[in-house]
Nanobody, 123 residues
Framework: DVQLVQSGGGLVQAGGSLRLSCTYS????????IGWFRQAPGKEREGVSC????????YYADSVKGRFTISSDVAKKTVYLQMNSLKPEDTAVYYC????????????????WGQGTQVTVSS
């Protein structure tokens, strides 16, 4: 079975930093994309950042460019999201997801999801 286990998140003041981690297992595709998504109350889930295994191509949503950094440790099967200069509008439940879809930031293209972790940024 495919499993994604998230850690990190929490409460931070505006301007602060947090790092999310997502360790995945059981995924057998050689080429895949793993990404971070978030969902704020009353809003649709949106793509934040994703990275493709085949070419290392990285996507960032415009709202997080220059502030968030995605990285992966293939040996550890772990992907990270370093979030700096956090803003109250970054408050959401953050999810990691993986699938064989290549380079997509569309959450509907992903079948396998982590459990979600709350990120709250106070003003």
């Amino acid at each position: 079975d495919v499993q994604l286990v998230q850690s990190g998140g929490g409460l931070v003041q505006a301007g602060g930093s947090l790092r999310l981690s997502c360790t995945y297992s059981g995924f057998v595709y050689n080429d895949y994309t793993i990404g971070w998504f978030r969902q704020a109350p009353g809003k649709e889930r949106e793509g934040v950042s994703c990275i493709s295994s085949s070419d290392g191509n990285i996507y960032y949503a415009d709202s997080v460019k220059g502030r968030f950094t995605i990285s992966s440790d293939v040996a550890k099967k772990t992907v990270y999201l370093q979030m700096n200069s956090l803003k109250p509008e970054d408050t959401a439940v953050y999810y990691c997801a993986v699938d064989s879809t290549l380079g997509s930031s569309n959450p509907t293209r992903y079948r396998y999801w982590g459990q979600g972790t709350q990120v709250t940024v106070s003003s």
